[in-house]
């Protein structure tokens, strides 16, 4: 009689192009149980949007499994032996996890099931390259995509792999998916104030097919990908960026798709390069998480009173009085997703013009996206804020109305986003304020002047750098 595997899904809710899946599926010869452990160290800080499409995600994974997913929460490893003991498995797989509190986890899952006599199986990785494996000649991580880029070109590239068949998923007695969105978002920093803990209205659509459909759409429309990628108001970007969080998608299978030589898609592979790039960083260096990387920066003075609350929600809900800014945010609480272009202005903006700590920002883009991934979530406002790896100088500064109007010049971008500016001619509409208030009564008067604040953003960098140079 065959003995049944447990097959624990986290970043891999697929079925196919998933070693792990298979290496379940081989070991039992077909009897697998399949779970999904809701874990609340995980949960509580997730906001209410990730886990509505995480929720949504799982559904159309449970609905091709026949709808034997087995929903638990608690500690994993409880959760784990439990499960084991009722199915009568000795064995436990999952894919790797490389993030610093799943890694820990990962590591007391093996110990508690060792002790009760269950192996623990942790396969591949939801990268294309396992995090550290890109070395340089001293065997330390790289700190420059460029240089960790060329190396992790050249490593090699497995074809996907079909989804196992001939499996029989065991049912066991499971929790209803409503118990993942209690226990999300019970983990709610204060200067949150009253902003909205609703889900996103306007998600995009989750699972398997799904995301093998917006491949396919990406794929056909890549040309063009290199320059319009910038341009908010086209729908030039990928999208898959959700598919790929949850690892309905692997990166494995979206190069496969997208093989070629031309800029546009190099440009694109660039892409995945630089989630891979951060994810390395984070597992040599786990503090990023939750400081600066660059030590020379921890001094920068950021503000955090109550009228910073006040400007933080401000930020936050889109009324700033800058439209381009305004649109992101707005897009944010609408789509749980932002153009990437406007979530680098949105967060310049923060932190340079409204001098508050990056990770308030940070913090607000994991708890509202949809695709929030702490390794690129992390380190893409530590870029911006000139706090992180990239050798370029805090005093790169967006200008949210020279963005606009390079960007958005026609400001069908900020309209769509913005009501109160869409019976506002361009450039009008992208101007501060949303320009002649003849147009715009309605909308708000900008926050501060950006002139302004770039400077005193400058003043406070200097006053960092030199608080690090005297070592006070």
């Not at 006599?117 to 420059?144: C, H, K, W």
């Not at 920093?189 to 093998?212: H, K, N, Q, V």
């Not at 917006?214 to 429309?221: D, K, S, Y």
Request: net charge neutral; hydrophobic share 40%.
């Amino acid at each position: 009689m065959n003995t049944p595997t447990i097959f624990w899904f986290r970043r891999d809710l697929r079925l196919a192009d998933n070693p792990a899946l298979r290496e379940a599926v081989r070991r039992s010869n077909g009897l697998v149980l399949a779970t999904f452990i809701i874990d609340d160290e995980l949960s509580a800080p997730a906001g209410p949007t990730r886990a509505r499409y995480l929720r949504r995600t799982l559904e159309a994974l449970d609905a091709s499994l026949d709808g034997s997913i087995v929903i638990r929460r608690g500690e994993p490893s409880r959760v784990l032996a439990a499960l084991a003991n009722e199915c009568g498995a000795r064995t436990v797989v999952a894919t790797a996890d490389f993030a610093p509190y799943g890694r820990a986890r990962d590591q007391r899952v093996r110990e508690d099931l060792r002790e009760a006599n269950i192996e623990t199986m942790f396969l591949d990785s939801p990268y294309v390259v396992v995090p550290g494996t890109v070395r340089n000649q001293a065997g330390a991580g790289y700190l420059v995509f460029g240089a960790y880029a060329r190396g992790w070109s050249t490593e090699p590239l497995p074809a996907p792999l079909d989804a196992p068949s001939d499996v029989t998923w065991l049912r066991a007695p499971s929790l209803a998916l409503d118990e993942l969105e209690d226990a999300a978002g019970t983990r709610r920093p204060s200067y949150f104030g009253d902003l909205p803990d609703a889900p996103a209205p306007r998600l995009m659509a989750a699972g398997e097919e799904a995301a093998f459909a917006q491949l396919a759409l990406f794929r056909a429309h890549l040309d063009g990908y290199a320059q319009g990628r910038d341009v908010p108001s086209r729908d030039a970007t990928s999208r898959l960026s959700p598919f790929v969080r949850f690892g309905v998608l692997h990166p494995r299978q979206v190069l496969a798709a997208l093989s070629g030589t031309s800029p546009d898609h190099q440009k694109f592979v660039d892409e995945i390069g630089w989630r891979e790039f951060y994810a390395d960083v984070l597992f040599h260096h786990p503090a990023s998480a939750r400081q600066s990387f660059q030590g020379s920066m921890r001094p920068l003075r950021y503000d955090n009173d109550a009228k910073a609350q006040e400007r933080f929600r401000a930020w936050a809900l889109g009324e700033t009085g800058y439209p381009l800014v305004d649109a992101g945010m707005r897009q944010l609480l609408e789509e749980g997703w932002m153009h990437n272009r406007v979530r680098m202005v949105a967060a310049s903006f923060l932190v340079k013009h409204l001098h508050l700590d990056w990770r308030w920002g940070a913090r607000w883009f994991m708890w509202r996206l949809a695709d929030g991934d702490l390794a690129s979530n992390q380190h893409g406002w530590q870029w911006t804020a000139g706090t992180g790896t990239d050798a370029a100088p805090f005093h790169r500064i967006f200008n949210p109305t020279l963005q606009a109007k390079r960007f958005d010049p026609d400001g069908v971008y900020v309209k769509r986003y913005v009501e109160e500016l869409r019976d506002t001619p361009a450039p009008d509409c992208l101007e501060p304020g949303g320009g002649s208030s003849l147009f715009n009564a309605r909308y708000v008067a900008p926050l501060v002047d950006a002139n302004e604040e770039r400077l005193e953003a400058l003043a406070r960098f200097a006053e960092a750098r030199e608080l690090a140079r005297s070592g006070s």
